[in-house]
T-cell receptor
Framework: DAGVTQSPTHLIKTRGQHVTLRCSPI?????VSWYQQVLGQGPQFIFQ???????GRGNFPDRFSARQFPNYSSELNVNALLLGDSALYLCASSLREGSSYNSPLHFGNGTRLTVT | AQSVTQLDSHVSVSEGTPVLLRCNYSSSYSPSLFWYVQHPNKGLQLLLK??????LVKGINGFEAEFKKSETSFHLTKPSAHMSDAAEYFC?????????????FGTGTQLKVEL
């Protein structure tokens, strides 16, 4: 079975532009989460979606938004890009919405976003 | 609130020697604890997860971690390091019940394995 797939793998944007990142979860997984990993730091939680509804949101500005489609794939959108948005964006899927213990997250390889 | 503190940002060992990566946690609730590994330009791979049934948790690739409630620690160990173990390791905490599936990561420990 394919793991979590993310596209594109790398992206270069200019300040003020908009970006869309895409994620396909493992087959059968209904929950998708997004994390931002700035160089030298641990990943930070951005969003969780389950059954197409937002179930959790981290401490990120409204420039960040996401959605989940009927096939459980997901998009992360970032508007008005800032230099500080440069990071590795990780998507993770899990079988269920709840506890990480019972439904561990499986991560994709990420999209490396560079804002110049 | 919950958090994890990884006590070493870098650890260097020789191949064949033991590995110890230290992690302390803070949680108002009974925590779920995990260790993830990240190889360069790769996503995160789950090494092991804490189950309340056993304080010593065995993971993949010979890694294990011991949950010590009295010390609020969840240190990761391996008896003998291999070159392929060189990577970044993250200690992670999440709530055991409810609260969705949000993970809180430590700042990471970069493991270097030398010949």
């Amino acid at each position: 079975d394919a793991g979590v797939t993310q596209s594109p793998t790398h992206l270069i944007k200019t300040r003020g532009q908009h970006v869309t990142l895409r994620c396909s979860p493992i087959s059968g997984h209904k929950s998708v989460s997004w994390y931002q990993q700035v160089l030298g730091q641990g990943p930070q939680f951005i969003f969780q979606y389950y059954e197409k509804e937002e179930r959790g949101r981290g401490n990120f500005p409204d420039r960040f938004s996401a959605r989940q489609f009927p096939n459980y794939s997901s998009e992360l959108n970032v508007n008005a890009l800032l230099l500080g948005d440069s990071a590795l964006y990780l998507c993770a899927s899990s079988l269920r919405e709840g506890s990480s213990y019972n439904s561990p997250l499986h991560f994709g390889n990420g999209t490396r976003l560079t804002v110049t | 609130a919950q958090s994890v503190t990884q006590l070493d940002s870098h650890v260097s060992v020789s191949e064949g020697t033991p590995v110890l990566l230290r992690c302390n946690y803070s949680s108002s609730y009974s925590p779920s604890l995990f260790w993830y590994v990240q190889h360069p330009n790769k996503g995160l791979q789950l090494l092991l997860k804490y189950t309340s049934a056993a304080t010593l948790v065995k993971g993949i690739n010979g890694f294990e971690a011991e949950f010590k409630k009295s010390e609020t620690s969840f240190h990761l160990t391996k008896p003998s390091a291999h070159m392929s173990d060189a990577a970044e390791y993250f200690c992670v905490v999440s709530r055991l019940t409810g609260g969705g599936n949000k993970l809180t990561f430590g700042t990471g420990t970069q493991l270097k394995v030398e010949l």
